[in-house]
């Protein structure tokens, strides 16, 4: 079975700080995509970065960036100089790979919600 | 432009009423996506489809029902509500390919009383 697991609930950060955001993920297939997807409050879930596990290179987009270890299964959120609208709650997501019609399906973690105060 | 819809945003409801949430999207993308999503917690897939006439069920069982007549169009449907039906239920689609990346409504939340 995938499964995908964030272990902080709940974190915070000052404006302008770095925070990261940790995921790890069991899956047994040999390649597979890794998504942080971020859902502001009342407002539509977002894609944040995507990371393909055939990739060694980090995948970064602004002040976003990963760290894919894929021998931990490990694939943690860095976001650095923190925005007021970095305020989400992020979620982690492991997407299926050809098994049983469900290809490209996400596995979702349980989120982690930021706060970035001012 | 292109994007995905849902409607209604909020509906508070009686039980064993009959509810349809819409969804549709104008990207033209051959995969849709039901999910649900209790308040600050993960998302369930429920219903997928990778194409009109296609439905699958998904990961969380759920008494819902959906078809999917035409591409855009991906309804879910409630036969009787009831309050353990009350969450936030979230529309995606996605174009396949190599990411799959999933493209998100806004989504419906749903009270039954």
């Known amino acids: 079975a995938q499964t995908v697991t964030q272990s902080q609930p709940e974190m915070s950060v000052q404006e302008a700080e770095t925070v990261t955001l940790s995921c790890t993920y069991d899956?047994?297939?040999?390649?597979?995509?890794l998504f942080w997807y971020k859902q502001p409050p009342s407002r539509q879930m977002i894609l944040v970065i995507r990371q393909e596990a055939y990739k060694q290179q980090n995948a970064t987009e602004n002040r976003f960036s990963v760290n894919f270890q894929k021998a931990a299964k490990s694939f943690s959120l860095k976001i650095s100089d923190s925005q007021l609208g970095d305020t989400a709650m992020y979620f982690c997501a492991l997407s299926r790979g050809n098994y049983g019609g469900s290809q490209g399906n996400l596995i979702f973690g349980k989120g982690t919600k930021l706060s970035v105060k001012p | 432009e292109a994007d995905i819809y849902q409607t209604p945003r909020y509906l508070v409801i009686g039980t064993g009423k009959k509810i349809t949430l819409e969804c549709s999207q104008t990207?033209?993308?051959?995969?849709m996506y039901w999910y649900q999503q209790d308040p600050g917690m993960e998302l369930h897939l429920i219903h997928y489809s990778y194409g009109v006439n296609s439905t699958e069920k998904g990961d969380l069982s759920s008494e819902s029902t959906v078809s999917r007549i035409r591409t855009e169009h991906f309804p879910l449907t409630l036969e009787s509500a009831r309050p353990s039906h009350t969450s936030q239920y979230l529309c995606?689609?996605?174009?396949?390919?190599?990411?799959?990346?999933?493209?998100f409504g806004p989504g419906t939340r749903l009270t039954v009383l």
């Open positions: 995606a689609s996605s174009a396949g390919g190599r990411y799959n990346e999933q493209f």
């Open positions: 990207m033209g993308h051959d995969k």
């Open positions: 899956t047994s297939e040999s390649n597979y995509y």
